[in-house]
């Protein structure tokens, strides 16, 4: 299933927030959205999720307008992770993950043993099957985040949205997110994940798209996105692209004086 945005503008309180955006992401690939803080990610997350009604354009999955599906419909085809998630319950991570089942069962219908071999399965992924009947709040963040992520392949989605999957996570927690995320791509999944670390985008994504002010400003494979002068445009800060002789990039951002800042603005 492919995501489509096509000419997408959505405003708040007559502010846009997102104009003219147009993009596609497909099966077996993982898209990177990148973009200052304010840029509209979490904005664009939302509107392809359903969430928010978009006044100009408009998203497809396939050739399916989101928005003229109902949530349950898109529920069983999109599964979408938002970057706060904040477990204040008691529950054990089978009973989480479980929850992912709830968009394909109709009224009364009772799990039936295909439900949890679904389950089990998504926990198997997502290497999560050893604590399965720990509660959730006795789970690193990086576990939790895993957590996550099996409840939504539990809705065996074909596209996934994801907003900052590595925030507040460590080295290697953010390794083995991306590492995960991008085998689930390979999978044949359609994934499209707002992504903070402009290295992990660069290592990880197939295709990035960079955002600001509301506005694409790119949309094409990491080498042809991460140039100094987009990425110096869209953040107003100074950087430096390294590229290795085996070919990964490298961005660093350069430390200079206030003026320096102020005239990339």
């Not at 990177?32 to 408009?58: C, D, F, H, M, V």
């Not at 439900?115 to 959730?136: G, K, L, N, P, W």
């Not at 955002?211 to 869209?234: N, Y």
Request: net charge negative; with cysteine; charged share 20%.
């Amino acid at each position: 299933m492919k995501i489509r945005v096509c000419d997408l503008g959505l405003s708040y309180d007559g502010t846009p927030i997102l104009e003219g955006v147009h993009l596609a992401v497909e099966p077996h690939q993982l898209v990177a959205l990148i973009g200052p803080n304010g840029s509209g990610k979490t904005t664009l997350l939302r509107a392809i999720s359903g969430l928010l009604a978009p006044q100009e354009g408009a998203i497809y999955l396939d050739f399916a307008k989101v928005h003229g599906l109902t949530p349950a419909q898109i529920a069983t085809e999109l599964a979408s992770i938002e970057q706060e998630i904040h477990a204040s319950f008691e529950m054990t991570v089978e009973e989480i993950v479980s929850l992912g089942r709830l968009p394909h069962l109709g009224r009364f219908k009772s799990f039936t043993a295909q439900d949890h071999a679904i389950v089990e399965r998504a926990m198997q992924r997502t290497d999560i099957i050893h604590f399965a009947e720990r509660s959730i709040n006795t789970l690193s963040s990086g576990e939790r985040q895993r957590v996550w992520l099996a409840m939504a392949l539990a809705q065996e989605p074909q596209v996934l949205l994801l907003d900052e999957p590595t925030s507040h996570l460590d080295i290697k927690y953010q390794m083995e997110i991306m590492e995960l995320i991008k085998r689930l791509s390979d999978e044949g999944l359609a994934v499209l994940a707002s992504v903070h670390d402009l290295n992990l985008a660069a290592q990880f994504s197939d295709k990035i798209a960079l955002i600001a002010e509301g506005q694409l400003l790119a949309f094409d494979t990491p080498e042809k996105v991460l140039t100094e002068s987009l990425i110096e445009r869209a953040y107003r800060t100074p950087i430096c692209v390294a590229r290795s002789a085996d070919g990964p990039i490298f961005v660093i951002a350069q430390r200079v004086d206030h003026k320096e800042v102020q005239a990339l603005g």
